[in-house]
């Protein structure tokens, strides 16, 4: 009776499990998915669909500005690029996905080159969090600008890197967007593990954005907003959580 029993849940066990694992991405979406709305935002109408792979979505016009042109289409990861522009110098670019090692990659070009950058500009869909996080230290570490120029966006982990700047002035033009993390979890790992790794997760970023001097009451956009959704900062909540110092023309 008792082998019986044990039988029973691990069967009970082995289903919950492959339930938990099936991704929420090949599930059907219900509620008001097709409804959110497109276009510039406004407070109150900040919420919009997630597309990582276009480089100028709807909420954002595209703005030519001579050397910090971004790619027609999409790089694979982050491409790292210094420029010469007539309002700032020399600007390195920071444009792309956020990967697997490119914090790695990062580190090695600020050491090829002879002196550091002093201001970063950011144009990003975002990606891996862990990965935005060290470079973000690295920046910091390194006391650069970070800037956001007219009609480029900073999105999902890409406000991390926003905030790792000393200073960080935001075009009006330009989009800063949040959502909730996805992290990848082994199949066979059982759920309270893997929730208790989410929550370790939201702990680093929690205690990075502290260290960044970032009011920490910025994640409430992210646990908010499902992944497949962004959330999109305005002016007031960009300055009232210090993720922006300034915001400019």
Known sequence: MGLKWALIAQVTLAVFLVAADVDVRWLPRFGNQDALPSGPVSPGDQVRRYDPSRTSPD?????????????????????????????????????????????????????????????????????????ALSIGRSLREIAAETVLLPGMTCLSSCPYILAAGVERRVSRDAAVGLHQHYYEAPGYMPVFLAVEGIQHGQGQTLEYLIEMGIDAGLMIYSLNTPPEEIYLLVEDELLGTRLATEVVE
Request: charged residues 25%; negative net charge.
């Open 59 to 131: 909420f954002t016009e595209r703005v030519n500005l001579p050397g910090f042109e971004p790619s027609v289409d999409m790089p694979t990861r982050l491409e790292f690029k210094t420029v010469n522009s007539e309002a700032f110098g020399q600007v390195l670019l920071m444009n792309g996905p956020v990967e697997p090692g490119d914090a790695e990659r990062f580190e090695a070009f600020i050491a090829s080159l002879e002196a550091p950058p002093k201001i970063v500009a950011l144009n990003s869909p975002g990606g891996v969090v862990d990965e």
